[in-house]
């Protein structure tokens, strides 16, 4: 018997595979430095692998609360209370297998057939599958590069009346800006006067450089009754393969959060969870050293590629650093740059234009969480590429 098509779900049925499976297989296949994908080179603090090591030994290893481990909701409500002043309780928390499948549940709580769902792009690529299966329609506020900056009269612009719904990923990947307070503002304004709920893509929070402090929409003025705040331990400890994430809100909204929850993934590893607590309540140099870390990388790096004449954008905070391609004087088309430099350069990179709908927009996105080494020797053959492709 053969699949009629027809039959499955078209979101996934008609979805091609992504861009992250495709230069990921490349690099591996080619034997190229991975700078697509985002994840650290670094294996990730020994203290909270020892400590998750210990309570495997220890357990219980058993289903824990599909909520989670009280000790983790009450560790992610004193975390969030000290470095970002949420009043938060552990009945406002609810942790998920990663942020993504946080995302998903928000969006499959607030998310009805036909509702519009404001989302700003370039956009993380699992938003707009999960709006769709949940019933809803993307509306896309695009930004503009160098700057990336959100306004409110852009965001008035995709406002229709069946919006019921906005997604504001801060800091922002793939871009690396953080929105500064102005933005956070304009965001918060518009989904007050238009009664929208924000999922609120927080996961880079700590991830921020030259200084900057971070302001949740979640603690913007009006917002508290109508904010999903979704965070990740993963991005948090460089532990992405662990997979704990976090919705954080109002017990009325995390209630039914975590009743889509439960028909997902169910629960978390207790051993995990038990090891994420304990790694919140760390001091807060730890998070400064981490951060302090990262920014030497994101500048060695940027030092590099300007040696090289590349432009880049502004990485104000995650693991991300953005090429644009016209003003380095290379061609504008970003995914056939990318497949360029993976098959005669040995270096993976994600065009940005991926993340979005419309047309190419000539901006590759880099990732600069990895070893001295391996971007000194990207550095090098980027270089060579650039070299090449602009004779």
Known sequence: MSLDPSRLNPVYADMGVTVFETMSGLARDLGAI???????????????????????LDGPNQYPPSRGLLALRSAVARHYGRHQGLDLTEAGVLVTSGATEAIAAALLTVVRP???????????????PLIRRS???????RLAPPDWRITEATL??????????????????????????????????????????AVSDEVWEHILFDGRTFASLLAQSGMADRTIKIGSAGKMFGLTGW???????????????????????????PNLQTAVAEGL??????????????????????????????????????????????ASGLPADDEAVCHRLVREFGVASIP??????????GVLRLCFAKADAVLDEAVDRLGRAAKAMRS
């Open 34 to 56: 991975n700078l697509g994908q985002g994840f650290p080179d670094a294996p990730g603090p020994r203290a909270l692998l020892e400590s998750a090591a210990q309570a495997v």
């Open 114 to 128: 036909g509702d519009g769902v404001v989302v700003i792009e370039p956009a993380y690529d699992a938003y707009g």
């Open 135 to 141: 019933g809803g329609i993307v509306q896309p506020v």
């Open 156 to 197: 008035e612009a995709a406002i229709t009346p069946a919006t019921r719904t906005l997604i504001l990923n801060n800091p922002h990947n793939p871009t690396g800006r953080v929105f500064d307070a102005d933005e956070v503002a304009a965001v918060a304004a518009v989904c007050i006067r238009h009664d929208l709920i």
């Open 243 to 269: 997979k704990v994430g976090f919705a954080c809100g109002v017990p009325a909204l995390i209630d039914v959060v975590a009743r889509a929850h439960q028909f997902l993934t169910f629960t978390t590893p």
């Open 281 to 326: 309540d760390w001091p807060d140099d730890w998070f400064g050293d981490m951060r302090a870390d990262l920014q030497r990388s994101r500048d060695r790096l940027a030092d590099g590629l300007a040696r090289h004449g590349f432009v880049v954008t502004p990485s104000e905070g995650t693991y991300f650093l953005c090429i644009d391609l016209p």
């Open 352 to 361: 940005v234009s991926v993340f979005q709908s419309g047309p190419t927009i």
